[in-house]
Nanobody, 124 residues
Framework: QVQLVESGGGLVQAGASLRLSCAASGDTLGSWTVCWFRQAPGKEREFVEGNSWSGSPTYYPDSVKGRFTISRDNAKNTVFLQMSSLMPEDTAVYYC?????????????????WGHGTEVTVSS
């Protein structure tokens, strides 16, 4: 079993940057595909970014391409989401999740373990 704890959220102004962290315990993240989802109030959970343990290219949806970057620090067993040029529509609770498969899926039910989320609020 993998435990995930997100941190780094907060209240920022539009145009600012934030770096979210997802610290794992129970297993090494190097053998898991990791992704970030987000959920805005009243909306469904939305895929943000995914990174496979196999080394295949990272998947970025158009809504965050060029602004968000996912990365790993295997020594710290932590995954990061660097977010820049934040916009009010990025306001949401951000979750990290993992799955064993080397394939990134944008479907939330495809992931085995989830963190409890960290809240990001972007003011205009």
């Amino acid at each position: 079993q993998v435990q995930l704890v997100e941190s780094g959220g907060g209240l920022v102004q539009a145009g600012a940057s934030l770096r979210l962290s997802c610290a794992a315990s129970g297993d090494t993240l190097g053998s898991w595909t990791v992704c970030w989802f987000r959920q805005a109030p009243g909306k469904e959970r939305e895929f943000v970014e995914g990174n496979s343990w196999s080394g295949s290219p990272t998947y970025y949806p158009d809504s965050v391409k060029g602004r968000f970057t996912i990365s790993r620090d295997n020594a710290k067993n932590t995954v990061f989401l660097q977010m820049s040029s934040l916009m009010p529509e990025d306001t949401a609770v951000y979750y990290c999740a993992v799955r064993r498969s080397p394939l990134v899926t944008t479907t939330a039910r495809g992931y085995d373990y989830w963190g409890h989320g960290t809240e990001v609020t972007v003011s205009s």
